[in-house]
Protein backbone atom coordinates (compact mmCIF):
# COMPACT_ATOMS: atom_id res chain seq x y z
CA UNK A 1 0.00 0.00 0.00
CA UNK A 2 1.57 3.27 -1.11
CA UNK A 3 0.74 6.35 1.08
CA UNK A 4 1.43 9.71 -0.36
CA UNK A 5 1.34 12.95 1.73
CA UNK A 6 0.73 16.78 -0.15
CA UNK A 7 2.14 19.64 0.69
CA UNK A 8 2.17 23.37 -0.29
CA UNK A 9 -1.08 24.05 -0.73
CA UNK A 10 -2.32 27.86 -0.25
CA UNK A 11 -3.50 30.93 -1.80
CA UNK A 12 -1.76 32.99 -4.22
CA UNK A 13 -1.94 35.68 -6.61
CA UNK A 14 -2.30 35.69 -10.64
CA UNK A 15 1.22 35.56 -12.29
CA UNK A 16 2.74 33.96 -9.11
CA UNK A 17 4.96 30.77 -8.73
CA UNK A 18 4.36 28.23 -6.30
CA UNK A 19 5.79 24.98 -5.39
CA UNK A 20 3.88 21.58 -4.30
CA UNK A 21 5.34 18.28 -2.90
CA UNK A 22 4.48 14.88 -2.78
CA UNK A 23 6.32 12.47 -0.64
CA UNK A 24 5.54 8.46 -0.78
CA UNK A 25 5.81 5.61 1.60
CA UNK A 26 8.18 4.15 -0.87
CA UNK A 27 10.23 4.25 -4.15
CA UNK A 28 7.85 4.28 -6.77
CA UNK A 29 10.02 3.59 -9.64
CA UNK A 30 10.83 -0.07 -8.77
CA UNK A 31 9.12 -0.39 -12.07
CA UNK A 32 9.78 2.02 -14.79
CA UNK A 33 6.59 2.31 -15.91
CA UNK A 34 5.20 3.38 -12.89
CA UNK A 35 4.09 6.81 -12.55
CA UNK A 36 3.36 9.52 -10.38
CA UNK A 37 2.37 13.09 -10.45
CA UNK A 38 -0.56 15.58 -10.24
CA UNK A 39 -4.34 15.56 -10.89
CA UNK A 40 -6.25 18.62 -9.45
CA UNK A 41 -10.12 19.29 -9.49
CA UNK A 42 -12.44 22.06 -9.90
CA UNK A 43 -15.67 22.93 -7.91
CA UNK A 44 -18.05 21.39 -10.52
CA UNK A 45 -15.64 20.14 -13.06
CA UNK A 46 -14.10 16.56 -13.46
CA UNK A 47 -10.47 16.13 -12.16
CA UNK A 48 -7.98 16.06 -14.59
CA UNK A 49 -4.33 14.94 -15.25
CA UNK A 50 -2.46 17.92 -14.86
CA UNK A 51 1.53 16.42 -15.04
CA UNK A 52 2.52 12.77 -14.15
CA UNK A 53 6.00 11.26 -14.62
CA UNK A 54 7.36 7.93 -15.49
CA UNK A 55 10.28 6.04 -14.35
CA UNK A 56 11.61 6.17 -17.71
CA UNK A 57 11.57 10.44 -17.15
CA UNK A 58 9.39 11.27 -19.40
CA UNK A 59 6.67 13.64 -18.49
CA UNK A 60 3.32 14.33 -19.59
CA UNK A 61 1.42 17.53 -19.00
CA UNK A 62 -2.15 18.55 -19.82
CA UNK A 63 -1.79 21.32 -22.79
CA UNK A 64 -3.07 23.87 -20.14
CA UNK A 65 -0.49 23.77 -18.19
CA UNK A 66 2.60 23.27 -20.79
CA UNK A 67 5.25 25.57 -20.67
CA UNK A 68 4.16 27.07 -17.18
CA UNK A 69 4.41 23.96 -14.99
CA UNK A 70 7.52 21.58 -14.21
CA UNK A 71 7.39 18.09 -12.64
CA UNK A 72 10.28 16.71 -11.40
CA UNK A 73 10.95 14.10 -9.17
CA UNK A 74 13.75 12.99 -6.24
CA UNK A 75 16.58 10.79 -7.49
CA UNK A 76 15.30 7.99 -4.38
CA UNK A 77 11.66 8.01 -6.15
CA UNK A 78 9.90 8.85 -2.74
CA UNK A 79 8.78 12.20 -4.06
CA UNK A 80 7.40 14.38 -6.68
CA UNK A 81 7.16 18.25 -7.17
CA UNK A 82 5.29 20.25 -9.43
CA UNK A 83 6.71 23.67 -10.07
CA UNK A 84 4.14 26.14 -11.02
CA UNK A 85 4.47 29.70 -13.18
CA UNK A 86 2.35 32.01 -14.14
CA UNK A 87 -0.52 30.84 -12.27
CA UNK A 88 -3.90 32.08 -13.18
CA UNK A 89 -7.55 31.85 -11.81
CA UNK A 90 -8.48 28.36 -13.69
CA UNK A 91 -5.45 26.81 -12.19
CA UNK A 92 -7.31 26.63 -8.73
CA UNK A 93 -8.51 23.47 -7.38
CA UNK A 94 -7.76 20.90 -5.43
CA UNK A 95 -4.21 18.81 -6.31
CA UNK A 96 -3.95 15.30 -5.64
CA UNK A 97 -1.21 13.15 -6.23
CA UNK A 98 -1.51 10.13 -7.88
CA UNK A 99 0.65 6.88 -7.97
CA UNK A 100 0.29 3.98 -10.41
CA UNK A 101 1.86 1.39 -9.84
CA UNK A 102 2.88 -2.34 -11.23
CA UNK A 103 1.79 -3.72 -14.19
CA UNK A 104 -1.90 -3.70 -13.86
CA UNK A 105 -1.25 0.42 -12.73
CA UNK A 106 -2.51 -0.18 -9.57
CA UNK A 107 -3.89 3.40 -8.32
CA UNK A 108 -2.94 5.52 -4.99
CA UNK A 109 -3.63 8.80 -4.17
CA UNK A 110 -3.21 11.39 -1.55
CA UNK A 111 -5.58 13.27 0.39
CA UNK A 112 -5.42 16.65 -1.75
CA UNK A 113 -4.11 20.28 -1.21
CA UNK A 114 -6.03 23.53 -1.99
CA UNK A 115 -4.67 26.01 -4.19
CA UNK A 116 -6.75 28.90 -5.01
CA UNK A 117 -5.26 31.81 -7.14
CA UNK A 118 -7.25 35.01 -6.98
CA UNK A 119 -6.36 38.20 -8.70
Known amino acids: QVQLVESGGGQVQVGDSHRLSCVAS??????????IGWYRQAPGKQRELVAI???????TYADSVKGRFTIFRNPAGTAVYLRMNRLQPEDSGVYVC???????????WGQGVQVTVSS
Open 53 to 59: ISGLGDP
Open 98 to 108: NAAVGISHVNY
Open 26 to 35: ENIFTYARNT
